[in-house]
């Protein structure tokens, strides 16, 4: 490698890689932008920016929008990964019914790749490219790396006080990165407990509140022969168990940054091992089965399905699917609160998932950006999403409405539940997230001690979220 | 399948080597079979190791080309792949030439600066591309596919052919000289014909690869008229659910033009490749 | 350099042209004359690939060499830099990708070159039926690996996958495939054998017909047998061949990324993060473009290293001009 250093150091240094370009090709305007806006050789604060020449790269917000959300006409194009698996399309739904209501805009929906980081990578590529969707829709786990990347419109300052206000407790934090908000939550999402009623009932069972009751009832359960395992959740090499291990840690009363979201506060011992343990011996006791490291959310979900477990952790849409077609347990399933360790206050977190709006700085009409963004995260909306697709509405009159809490079983718990975040505050929360749940995924493969798994995380989150490593 | 007898005896093909491409031609197959006979398994079933589908059913073909736009997303992917394979073809056939029998000079260093572009990863090359197609406008057309498509699959295709013309007896050229043919119809109506094996091997595989390129297609057209089949099966199902009876739906219709291209020009490659050879 | 000596031979027999053809003048002026045709030949082709690869490319060379940050206006590139590569060699990861990555070429290259050579000797002797086993073997490796990697994902399945239940009826217990170090990374290997074995096959086949059968018949009068006759006459002329398969194959799995990003997201730990993958994650999960740059290009140039190192052992074979 010392040798490949040396061939390359002389050779391309920017300017002359640059005039190389020049030659073989035919975009001169680009390299006019790039090679034009001369890097200095001290380089330290004349940047060379390729991607924006002019027109776009300036017109991102510039304000010119007196009353924000509140434009009567323009073209818009919304980027969002598919809401559900079949029926009528939420997405196409919510544009007609925005069109309807705001006669003057026009939505055209892009529809995203539903894997999150393939989302995300084509996103960034868009929009650091100076393209891009005008809305996205995006993860919630976004907010701070998006934000400290430029990728997303500061939407707080477009955007007045007492419409934030308007959402449920907690989810504008989320959003909020360095005291802006980025992103406008339009669906939530979280972790809830579901289990088997008729199961339940035959055996003259509560429905569990602590995790050592879980435990010991799914153990019963399993003896009688009334299910293979006891408990199946998400613990695969993936982001998902990291939602799950936050919910054992938060119950356990720790956690995994600092407040100012730049040390790792993750020890091997205390909560975080009490934690960890517990994940462990879900599977050693044979609660969960074996394979619980390579389980997502669609193994977990066809193991409840099929009848194989006694209860499940998943998200919101778990419900409808264990009550469709295909599903062996329909009109078994109930659901409760996630439940905590014993001689904690009750119930247990759920962690947060879920959706955000965020705009493009590149967009040429933040204007009808904003009133598009304004409206999906309005009342209207929001009970098209509750009462059609059952999805958690983040607007808090409508997620306390009677006739959503009515609409359906999960969103009655809904106001029930206790929420923690993912650590999602440092714009490196990805590589903080991938600390976290490699060493969890690899405890529950037995793999790693508990004690191994969380100083070998503790010390990767500490890398970085001093943006340090790979 | 009849075997040649004359070569060898039938007692030739009782050996290691055929029991064991048999069985490399087993494993090659039931897998394939294995996604055939899932892509007709309902809701019930797609979650189950149940070796036949039960029922039988269509749901995952209809749902593939109703909810989503996938005839569109064929013949998108149709045009591009062709385009992209003629191009290649038609300047690969002319390069490796050129590179394989003609005294030019350099030559190594433009074979090795040739593997290179091939070997350069994917991923790192997809931002700045994205500047460029921004910056010429053609994001979401079918030249933002073609062009970067056939300029990266053109380097194997040189690579290959240039083998193949290697191979040819060089007393072909020498005939069409003699004729006083020029040379650019010395290579396509002489030379060419001889390496038929070789414009078709790097023709399926610059096709296959169009065909299957998910990156570029992803990140260059977003808009749904100009979506390749790659991308628009990333788009079935939803963030926890992964359909995989319409994927394999998908996936099988996919394979059908591929097996047809082979199937059309299998004659190209079976026959006339060595009957045609001048005597030396 | 060998290769280099080698291919700059003038291709054409030196003495037939002067003294069969007196049409065209001495040899130099025909040799330059042939000379100046080849770059023309060459010229649209090699235009093609400079103009559209030529920028990304060095862009992201550059961008190796630079502390770039990936912000909403564009790649600001904030001054040279070393630290880029500094951060991968001294990245613990970033050495057990590469050795990974060597490892799974290896493997898996051989074992398609065995098993695509054996596939194209038996489709050779077929004189019925070869389209249809080509079409047929061709199949997998036109799948969008994407979807092959889902196709395996699911026959892994711990629950419902036939690979599970397979291994379950063979006594195998309960295995999780996917869970540990050494099965994720056979799984992975099986599934990558399984896609490009037929490549291979095609290659060596189209390379096995262009071969004279007169070869053939001679061996058979000496009463060869087939083991013999293979390592005597047709593995021989078959080297160029089944060396531009190994080489384009070795470029192919040193880029691994799909089929783990898809199948083991680089897991279980790190057990199957090869370069790319890693590369991909450094870029587009962390936006950190600098050392995302820096394992692409560091990737590209080990593997034209290794390359030029394999023609030079394989006598440079596919360099040359033949025999």
């Known amino acids: 490698m010392a040798s490949a250093n040396k061939r390359f150091t002389p050779g391309l240094p920017g300017r002359r890689a640059t005039a190389v370009v020049a030659g073989g090709l035919a975009v001169a305007s680009l390299l006019g932008a790039c090679g034009g806006s001369g890097k200095s050789a001290s380089g330290a604060t004349s940047n060379t920016t390729a991607g924006s020449s002019g027109s776009s790269g300036t017109a991102a917000p510039s304000g010119g929008s007196t009353a924000p959300g509140n434009a009567t006409s323009g073209s818009i194009t919304w980027w969002a990964s598919p809401i559900t698996t079949s029926g009528p399309d939420p997405r196409t739904v919510l544009i007609q019914a925005f069109e309807k209501a705001n006669p003057g805009i026009h939505v055209t929906l892009v529809s995203a790749p539903n894997d999150t980081d393939t989302n995300r990578a084509a996103l960034t590529t868009q929009i650091s490219g100076g393209g891009g969707p005008d809305v996205y829709m995006g993860d919630v786990i976004w907010p701070a790396q998006f934000g400290a990347h430029q990728l997303a419109v500061p939407l707080s300052k477009y955007l007045p006080s007492s419409y934030w206000s308007t959402f449920a407790n907690g989810l504008v934090a989320g959003a909020t990165y360095k005291g802006e908000v980025y992103g406008a939550p339009l669906f939530e999402d979280q972790g809830f407990l579901y289990y088997r009623k008729d199961i339940l009932q ?32 998400q613990g695969a090499d993936y982001e998902g168990a990291t939602c799950d291990f936050m919910e054992f840690l938060a119950d356990a009363g720790g956690k995994v940054l600092n407040s100012s979201a730049d040390k790792s506060e993750l020890t091997a011992n205390g909560d975080a091992l009490k934690a960890l343990t517990f994940e462990q011996q879900l599977v050693n006791s044979g609660v969960s089965p074996k394979a619980e490291s390579t389980f997502q959310e669609s193994q977990a979900m066809d193991t409840f399905d099929s009848g194989k477990s006694a209860f499940l952790r998943n998200w919101d849409y778990a419900y409808s699917t264990s009550q469709a077609s295909g599903s062996a347990v329909v009109g078994k399933v109930g659901v409760a609160p996630m439940p905590t360790f014993t001689g904690q206050s009750q119930p247990g977190y759920s962690n947060i998932g879920g959706w955000n709006l965020y705009a493009n700085p590149h967009s040429k009409n933040l204007a009808a950006d904003l009133t598009f963004i304004k409206w999906m995260t309005g009342t209207d909306a929001q009970k098209i999403l509750a009462t059609q697709f059952s999805e958690i509405p983040t607007n808090q009159s409508v997620r306390t409405s009677p006739d959503v809490i009515a609409s359906n079983a999960v969103l009655a718990v809904v106001p029930k539940t206790k929420l923690v975040p993912r650590p999602a505050q440092t714009p490196n929360y990805p590589a903080v997230s991938q600390a976290i749940y490699q060493n969890v995924s690899a405890v529950l493969a037995g793999q790693k001690s508990p004690q191994a798994a969380l100083s070998a995380a503790n010390s990767a989150i500490s890398t970085a979220v001093s943006g340090g490593g790979l | 399948m009849a075997l040649k007898k004359t070569r060898h005896g039938w007692h030739r093909y009782i050996n290691g080597l055929t029991i064991a491409t048999t069985l490399t031609v087993l494993f090659v197959i039931l897998p394939l079979l294995w996604m055939i006979t899932s892509s007709f398994k309902g809701p019930k079933s797609i979650a189950t190791s149940d070796l036949l589908p039960n029922p039988w059913t269509t749901v995952n073909y209809h749902e593939a080309f109703t909810h989503y736009s996938f005839s569109r997303y064929i013949l998108n992917s149709v045009v591009i792949s062709v385009a992209a394979t003629a191009i290649v073809l038609f300047l690969g056939v002319m390069a490796g030439y050129a590179l394989g029998r003609l005294p030019m000079r350099n030559k190594l260093p433009l074979m090795v600066a040739l593997l290179m572009i091939s070997v350069f990863p994917a991923i790192a090359v997809i931002a700045p591309m994205y500047l460029i197609m921004k910056q010429i406008g053609w994001l979401n057309s079918y030249q933002a596919l073609i062009l970067p498509y056939a300029a990266f699959n053109l380097p194997f295709a040189i690579w290959i052919l240039r083998n193949y013309f290697l191979g040819i007896p060089k007393e072909m050229e020498e005939t069409g000289r003699i004729d006083g043919a020029s040379p650019l119809r010395t290579v396509w109506s002489i030379v060419l014909p001889q390496a038929k094996p070789g414009v078709f091997t790097a023709g399926i595989f610059t096709f296959t690869a169009c065909w299957t390129e998910f990156l570029m297609a992803l990140s260059f057209n977003s808009e749904n008229n100009f979506r390749t089949i790659p991308v628009g099966i990333a788009l079935f199902g939803s963030q926890f659910t992964v359909p995989f009876g319409t994927i394999f739906a998908g996936s099988c219709v996919a394979a059908v033009p591929i097996a047809a291209l082979v199937l059309i020009f299998r004659k190209s490659v079976v026959s006339g490749l060595t009957s045609g050879a001048v005597k030396g | 350099m060998a290769i280099a000596e080698r291919v700059e031979k003038p291709p054409l ?311």
């Open chain 1, 202 to 233: 035959a055996d003259n069972l509560p429905v569990p509140t602590t995790w050592e009751q879980l435990m010991s009832e799914a153990q019963q359960i399993q003896k009688k022969g009334q299910a293979q395992y006891g408990y199946v959740f």
């Open chain 3, 13 to 323: 027999p030196p003495e037939p042209p002067a003294a069969a053809i007196p049409l065209i003048g001495r040899p130099d002026a025909h040799r330059r004359k042939l000379a100046r045709l080849g770059w023309m030949f060459s010229a649209p082709a090699l235009v093609v690939i400079a103009v559209v690869t030529l920028f990304p490319i060095v862009f992201s060379v550059v961008m190796s060499f630079e502390n770039v940050n990936v912000t909403g206006s564009g790649y600001q590139f904030n001054g040279t830099t070393l630290g880029n590569y500094n951060v991968i060699l001294n990245n613990q990861t970033w050495r057990y990708a590469l050795g990974f990555t060597v490892l799974y070429t290896l493997i898996t290259v051989l074992v398609e070159i065995i098993l695509g050579t054996a596939i194209a000797l038996v489709l050779e002797r077929l004189t019925h039926g070869r389209g249809w086993m080509m079409a047929l073997l061709l199949i997998p490796w036109s799948l969008i690996t994407v979807i092959s990697a889902q196709l395996w994902y699911y026959m892994y399945d711990p629950s419902y996958g036939i690979i599970d239940r397979i291994l379950h009826a063979l006594g195998f217990g309960n295995p999780v495939i996917l869970g540990t170090n050494t099965s994720a990374i056979i799984a992975l290997m099986v599934a990558d054998v399984w896609k490009t074995t037929p490549f291979v096959a095609i290659i060596v086949l189209a390379g096995l017909v262009m071969l004279s059968s007169d070869v053939y018949e001679a061996a058979e009068v000496d009463g060869a047998n087939g083991w013999t006759t293979f390592w005597r006459i047709t593995f021989p002329l078959l080297r160029p061949t089944i060396a531009l398969a190994v080489l384009f194959r070795v470029l192919q799995a040193f880029g691994l990324f799909d089929l783990p990003f898809v199948l083991t997201q680089g897991g279980p730990g790190h057990a199957t993060t090869s370069l790319a993958v890693l590369g991909y994650r450094a870029m587009f999960q962390d936006l950190k473009f600098g050392p995302g740059a820096a394992v692409a290009t560091s990737t590209a140039l080990l593997v034209v290293l290794g390359c030029m190192a394999f023609l030079r052992v394989f006598k440079a074979q596919v360099g040359s001009e033949g025999n």
